[in-house]
Each structure stands twice: as C-alpha cells, then as structure tokens.
C-alpha cells in the first residue's frame, strides 16, 4: 500500500543579522546642561567654525545663555545682558512675552492643528485679516512664509506676473539686503553673498536714495517691470530716504506702469515707530514684505500683503490658483497663532508709540555724543528703534599727526574701532550690540520695542563712559581683554 509523504512546511531562516547599533544622539537635557566649552565644541566641529573665530575675536564665544526675558539675555552663571541688538529687528515684543508664551501653551494644550494643506485654517485666516485691518489703501490679500527671503521670493513672482511677459526686468538698489535664496540674492548687492552663486540675470541696479538716477532708469528701460527696494537700509548701515524720494518713487511707478515692492522685513512691524516704515512718507506701495518680529520671537513667520486686484491678475482663476499656494509650513497653526497675538499686543500696549518716544530719545542723545565726539562718530541716523551709529574711518580718530599715515590702512581697519566697542560694551557694561553687513564702521541698534527710558540711558551712559577713555585706551583694554580671556 503506497503512502503519500507528508510534507512538512520549511522553516523560515532566521535572520541572524545583529541588529544596528543607534546613533549616540544627545538629548534636550543634555543641551539644557552642556557647557560652554562643549558648546564650542560642537559648534566648531557640527555648525560653522570659521564663524566661531569671529565669535573669538568679539569675545562673544565665552558666553552660552541659559534663558532670555524682556530685554535681557542670561547666560549660564545667571548674568545679565541688555539687549540692544534685537535679533536685527525680530524681537519686537522682547524676549518670551508672557502673552506670547500663554497663548501658545493654550495652543498646545487644546491640541490645535498646525499643519493644514487639505482644508482652510481660522488662524492663517485671522492672521491674514489683521494684516489686511493694519495695511493702509488696497493692501488687503496675504500670503504667509516662514522667512523673510521666502516672503521677497513671493513677491517677485507676483509682481514678475502683473508686470507681464515683455517686463521681466527688476530695478533693485545698491546695498541692497533681501535675502540669501537665489531670487533674493540675485538683487542683494553684496559681492561677499553673491560669491560665485549662479543667479538671475534680469536685475539692474540703481543707487539709493537718487530718484533723478531712478527716474533715468525707468524712463531709459522699457523692460523694467519690477522695482524692489527695502524702506529702511539695513545691511548698508541703517540708510534712509527722505519722505519726498518715497513720494516720487510711488508717481514714477504709476506712470511707468511698474510693480513698487516694499521690502520692509526688517524695518516693518513697528520698528520705527509706525507698523510700516513707508507711511511717514505718507505712500502705499503695491506689494509689502514682512518677517522677523511678526513672529512675537517665537515663531517664524513671513508675510506678504498685495493689492487685491494685483493678486487676481497673478493667481486669480482656478488654473493659477495653486502655481505659488502656500508652502507646508506656511500658516502654520501656532506660527500664526503667535502672530496674531504679537500684532495685538503690539496695538495694547502701545509700542508703535513707544518705539517712536524711545528712538527719539535714543537718537537725540546720540547726537549728543556726536557733538562731544566729533572725532569719532560720523554720523547717527535711523527713524524709531532702527538706529545706525557711524564711526568715523580708524585715521580719523587719532591726532592730526597720525592721521595722513593711518589713513592709508583705513580700509584693513574699517570696523576695529566698531569691534572693540562692541566687544568691550558686551564685556565690561553686559550690553549687546550688533553690526552691519557693508559698513563696517557702524554699530545697528535694533533694541526691543520694549525698551524703557532707564534702559536707553543706561546704553547711552555706558557708551558715553567708554568714547570718553579715549582711542587708545580703548583699544588697549581689548587687547589686554582678548588676551586675558585667552582668545
């Protein structure tokens, strides 16, 4: 009798291959503990080490903060710093606001959405309608970013689209900062960013200030489509145009038909003592950028405002819609809920009128140093709380004897004079200040909007104390610093 054989099922190989050793990561609690020697170290190994030599040479790479309220920082021995660099205008409302900070622990806790491509969000839509209550004339369609850079790279692509096919060129200024994303850095005017970057090649430039020089370029290139220019300078070393260049810029492009961007990520929400820098010059440009402090400093948040037909123009009908809809994280949920309570607290508290008391203040009594100082600082400029304090070129602080001698290095030593008070303001009197970009013989004084009187003449008095030890001393007493600090 035959029998079937049983079959019997193979057994699975086992798969004896160990499995992957983790990555050593380090927890939030290790970062909350680490120490500045080890901060440095990853800093240096992980982040950018040619930037911690800068850090070196300022002093700034011996302190690692612990926490930061209002106008101070604190480091990790629980000192204080005074604030006068505001994140180069982001910290409007000074740091961790508690209205800030409550509203968005409210956000947390009801575990709000954040993230919400497939549907409409209440809070990009309120976000969106504040802007529209704050912005004056047709400003009124909004579109939300993370950045500042983003926000320009919006705002060229609809003014590329109102303009038209024929008009793809952009009028931009000499000095410009707009951003480091290739757009935005195409109309940047810095060999340093630009580097060897391959870029758009439809920019023209233009100094300025100079609306004879804009009014030749417009009226020379038919092709220009597009005019870009930040209300305020930043990054040139705190530079403004009188009310009467706004004036003309807004009758010249009507009547050439050119799309006017107001780059106002730096200079906007408040910082001069009116939400946008433009309306002291009583004018509305077609396209506005914002950014940084729109956060309330704890979120970012970008922002662009255009006028409603203009936005129709672009994106208007079913098939356009989506070309430039709002990246992922654009609108988030708690960014915009962070921005909506930064705008209102804005208006609560009064800080648009308090950013103009206190910059007056703060400029008026720098101007007095100016007199005392004449052969140190050049010049003071700036409207509200975005102040530029110019010194003169390193020759020119030195005895007449010196000066023809000196004066041939002045290039190599365009911002020392800036650094040693810098580093010595930070060091000696625990106030922080910053720098800018192409002049390197300015201090940029962006301080919260926040600031108090007592706080703006403790700056003033330190300064004043410093100026008066004298050149010499003073760059004796960084060097002497720098190398007691060990570097």
């Known amino acids: 009798m035959n029998k079937t054989p049983i079959r019997t099922e193979e057994a699975t190989p086992v798969d004896t291959t160990p499995a992957p050793t983790p990555p050593e990561l380090l927890t939030l609690e290790d970062a909350f503990a680490m120490s500045n020697e080890k901060v440095a170290e990853l800093f240096k190994a992980h982040l950018n080490p040619a930037q911690y030599g800068l850090f070196r040479l300022l002093g700034f790479h011996k302190i690692t ?40 622990k409210r956000f947390q806790e009801e575990k709000r959405h954040e993230i919400a491509i497939a549907f409409m969000s209440q809070y ?35 003014a590329e689209r109102v303009a038209g096919s024929g008009r793809k060129k952009i009028l931009f200024a000499e000095k410009a900062f707009h951003g480091k994303t290739r757009g935005s850095l195409s109309i940047t005017d810095s060999p340093l960013y630009q580097n060897d970057f391959t870029l758009m090649t439809t920019t023209v430039k233009v100094p300025f200030g100079d609306i004879d020089a804009l009014r030749r370029r417009l009226e020379g290139d ?37 799309v006017w961007i107001a780059d106002e990520v730096q200079c906007g929400v408040g910082r001069t003592g009116k939400f946008f ?37 672009a994106y208007g009908d079913p098939k356009t819609a989506i070309i430039h809809a709002q990246a992922t994280f654009g609108g988030m949920g708690e960014s915009c809920a962070t921005a909506i309570e930064t705008l209102n607290t804005i208006y609560d508290d009064g800080l648009l009128e308090n950013a103009a008391k206190q910059g007056a203040l703060l400029i008026s009594e720098l101007k007095r140093l100016q007199a005392k100082f004449p052969h140190m600082i050049k010049e003071v400029r700036g409207e509200g709380l975005m102040v530029g304090l110019e010194f003169q070129d390193f020759s020119q602080t030195m005895p007449g004897l010196f000066r023809g001698v000196l004066s041939k290095a002045d290039d190599k030593l365009k911002g020392s004079l800036c650094g040693f008070i810098g580093s010595i303001l930070l060091r000696d009197y625990d106030i922080l200040v910053a720098f800018t970009e192409y002049n390197r013989n300015v201090i940029r004084l962006e301080p919260p909007l926040i600031v108090t009187e007592e706080e703006v003449r403790r700056f003033i008095a330190a300064l004043e104390k410093l100026m008066g030890r004298g050149v010499t001393a003073i760059a004796t007493s960084y060097v002497k610093g720098f190398v007691t600090q060990g570097g």
Request: with cysteine; charged share 20%; hydrophobic share 45%.
């Open 124 to 158: 990009a839509a309120t976000l969106a309608h504040n802007l529209a209550q704050i912005a004056p004339g047709t400003l009124d369609h909004v579109f939300l970013s993370t950045a500042g850079s983003e926000a320009v790279e919006y705002a060229l692509k609809i």
């Open 222 to 258: 038919p092709e220009i489509g597009v005019l870009i220019l930040e209300t305020i300078q930043g990054g040139a070393g705190i530079i403004t145009a009188p009310p009467d260049y706004w004036q003309e810029v807004r009758r010249l492009c009507d009547e050439h038909k050119v």
């Open 65 to 104: 903060l612990s926490k930061a309220e209002g106008m101070y920082y604190y480091d990790q021995n629980g000192r204080a710093i005074l604030d006068f660099f505001g994140g180069f205008g982001s910290i409007a409302l000074g740091h961790n606001h508690p209205r800030i900070l409550a509203a968005r």
């Open 277 to 313: 820098a433009f309306e002291h010059a009583g004018v509305v440009p077609d396209v506005v950028t914002l950014a940084k402090s729109l956060g309330g400093g704890k979120a970012a948040v970008g922002a662009v405002i255009t006028r409603k037909d203009f936005y129709m123009q």
